[in-house]
């Protein structure tokens, strides 16, 4: 079960490597950006059929935190 506030290690052990993963900047237009890493897994259904989670990690001290996720359809 995916939660916030899981370490990158516990994410991976639910659900192994990430397809992508990517380094951002979140939160430009509040005023207070931050650095984020996302991981996209993909879950290819069928012929018209696809999913994709993007899961959004902040810094936590020594470590990346799930902070959020979107699911997609397409």
Request: aromatic share 16%; charged share 25%; no cysteine.
């Amino acid at each position: 079960k995916l939660e916030i506030g899981m370490a990158q290690d516990q994410v991976q052990a639910v659900l192994g490597s990430p397809d992508e993963t990517s380094v951002r900047t979140y939160g430009s237009k509040t005023g207070q950006p931050w650095a984020g890493v996302e991981w996209e897994y993909r879950w290819h259904l069928g012929a018209y059929e696809n999913k994709r989670l993007d899961i959004i990690f902040a810094r936590d001290k020594d470590s990346w935190l799930v902070n959020n996720w979107n699911w997609w359809d397409f």
